[in-house]
């Protein structure tokens, strides 16, 4: 599976960005797809998680009640609608792929990446 990640700026505090995640080269509705995030001098951290069914949702703290996740299995494509946007949400945002069903916020449970869209949120 190879993952394209875009739709990544700059935007205001307060505002919103939306991210896609374009996927190929193997059936892309049968892989549970997440979002990460890697801001300059941190770790990367786990933002959301859908299955392939798009039933539960699994969202990180930081995700939770702002940001949206959702995907369209017929245009193999993952969004993640990002609202209320602060600066701390300034990162690198990447998407993976992968068959695990369980651990969603885990790295290691994802087989394939993006390359990573950045996100930049001004005050």
């Known amino acids: 599976v190879q993952l394209q990640a875009s739709g990544g700026g700059l935007a205001q505090a307060g505002g919103s960005l939306r991210l896609s995640c374009v996927a190929s080269?193997?059936?892309?509705?049968?892989?549970?797809m997440g979002w990460f995030r890697q801001a300059p001098g941190k770790e990367r951290e786990f933002v959301a998680a859908?299955?392939?069914?798009?039933?539960?949702?699994y969202y990180g703290d930081s995700a939770k009640g702002r940001f949206t996740i959702s995907r369209d299995n017929a245009k193999n494509t993952g969004y993640l609608q990002m609202n209320s946007l602060k600066p701390e949400d300034t990162a690198v945002y990447y998407c993976?792929?992968?068959?695990?069903?369980?651990?969603?916020?885990?790295?290691?449970?994802?087989?394939?990446w993006g390359q990573g869209t950045l996100v930049t949120v001004s005050s």
């Open positions: 993976a792929a992968g068959r695990m069903d369980y651990g969603l916020g885990l790295e290691s449970s994802y087989d394939y």
């Open positions: 080269g193997h059936t892309f509705s049968t892989y549970v």
């Open positions: 859908i299955r392939w069914s798009s039933d539960s949702p």
